[in-house]
Nanobody, 124 residues
Framework: QVHLVESGGGLVQAGGSLRLSCAAS????????AGWFRQSPGQGREFVAA????????YYASSVRGRWTISRDNAKNMVYLQMNDLRPEDTAVYYC?????????????????WGQGTQVTVSS
C-alpha cells in the first residue's frame, strides 16, 4: 500500500503560480511512476503531468506543457507540480497518483494509488 497526501492548493489570480506537493508513505519505491491528474465538476479525471521516479523522464498534457513542471525528490518521497501562468480553466481538484508498473503514465486507468485531492481555483 502507498498512501498519498496532496497539499498546496488554493485560490490564485490568473497569471499566478502555485506549487502542489504530494507526500508518499508506505510501500514507496523509486521504480514507480507518479502522475498528477485533475477533475472539474461534471468532468472525468484528466491527465496533467507524470514522471518516472527512476529516470526522471517527464510527460505533460499539451494544455500545461511549457507552463508547469513536475519533479520528484526520491529521498523525501515527494512529488511536486510547479504551476505557473495559471488560467481560470485550470480550476479543478488536483490528484496525485502512483503507477507501480511504470507503463502508460498518461492513462488514468494505469494508476494504482490515489491521494484525496487538493482544490485549485483560478480567478479571472
Amino acid at each position: 500500500q502507498v498512501h498519498l497526501v496532496e497539499s498546496g492548493g488554493g485560490l490564485v489570480q490568473a497569471g499566478g503560480s502555485l506549487r502542489l506537493s504530494c507526500a508518499a508513505s508506505g510501500h514507496t519505491s523509486s521504480t514507480y511512476g507518479a502522475g498528477w491528474f485533475r477533475q472539474s465538476p461534471g468532468q472525468g479525471r484528466e491527465f496533467v503531468a507524470a514522471i518516472s521516479l527512476t529516470s526522471g523522464n517527464t510527460y505533460y498534457a499539451s494544455s500545461v506543457r511549457g507552463r508547469w513542471t513536475i519533479s520528484r525528490d526520491n529521498a523525501k518521497n515527494m512529488v511536486y507540480l510547479q504551476m505557473n501562468d495559471l488560467r481560470p480553466e485550470d480550476t479543478a481538484v488536483y490528484y496525485c497518483a502512483i503507477d507501480v508498473n511504470l507503463r502508460r503514465l498518461w492513462d488514468v486507468e494505469e494508476y494504482d494509488y490515489w491521494g484525496q485531492g487538493t482544490q485549485v481555483t483560478v480567478s479571472s
